[in-house]
């Protein structure tokens, strides 16, 4: 079956532009995450979904970035006047259910580059 | 906070060679540990995990032990292919009772590179 897709795969940005992300998660898959993935590193948590439901936000770098899953299934990533450090791949995954019993399948990422 | 540290990659090895990968983490309570796997040109995949402590996650001939008394998950496999050079990547996801929800902390993920 279809797996995690995201798009665009590849996002350039002129620094001071808005940028929106789409993760299309894993039918029927309760949870959603996004991470952030700076070159040479691992991915980094920025922030998850229950459903509809944002329950916590703790990894979002700053009040430029804003997600959102409205009817608990696509979800969006959007960058308020992007800066030459938001450069990084932005990976979604999601899974089952809550809990880490259950696999995150990761999408293939968006890259983004801010000039 | 939470952290998981993995050894300094890169790592070339020649075909049926034998791998370890270091990773030791930091966390409160029992977490559950994992290695995921980037193949070139693909997405991050699962490749094994263990959930308390002494398990043993396998896969596609790689092994981890979960090791409490050493915060350890090193990464092993005997024989290594050309076909396993990716990246590998340690994490871990916290265990806090009943508002655990599985969010992952990564290392900084180990390059290998395997030789015909």
């Known amino acids: 079956g279809a797996g995690v897709s995201q798009s665009p795969r590849y996002k350039v940005a002129k620094r001071g532009q808005d940028v929106a992300l789409r993760c299309d998660p894993i039918s029927g898959h309760v949870s959603l995450f996004w991470y952030q993935q700076a070159l040479g590193q691992g991915p980094e948590f920025l922030t998850y979904?229950?459903?509809?439901?944002?329950?916590?936000k703790s990894g979002l770098p700053s009040d430029r970035f804003f997600a959102e899953r409205p009817e608990g299934s696509v979800s969006t990533l959007k960058i308020q006047r992007t800066q030459q450090e938001d450069s990084a791949v932005y990976l979604c995954?999601?899974?089952?259910?809550?809990?880490?019993?259950?696999?995150?399948?990761f999408g293939p990422g968006t890259r983004l580059t801010v000039t | 906070g939470d952290s998981v540290t993995q050894m300094e990659g890169p790592v070339t090895l020649s075909e049926e060679a034998f791998l370890t990968i270091n990773c030791t983490y930091t966390a409160t309570g029992y977490p559950s540990l994992f290695w995921y796997v980037q193949y070139p040109g693909e997405g991050l995949q699962l490749l094994l995990k263990?959930?308390?402590?002494?398990d043993k996650g396998s896969n596609k001939g790689f092994e981890a032990t979960y090791r409490k008394e050493t915060t350890s998950f090193h990464l092993e496999k005997g024989s290594v292919q050309v076909s396993d050079s990716a990246v590998y990547f340690c994490?871990?996801?916290?265990?806090?009772?009943?508002?655990?929800?599985?969010?992952?902390?990564f290392g900084q993920g180990t390059i290998l590179t395997v030789h015909p």
């Open positions: 263990a959930t308390k402590a002494d």
């Open positions: 994490a871990l996801s916290a265990n806090a009772g009943g508002t655990s929800y599985g969010k992952l902390t």
């Open positions: 995954a999601s899974s089952l259910q809550r809990g880490s019993s259950y696999e995150q399948y």
């Open positions: 979904f229950q459903n509809e439901a944002q329950l916590d």
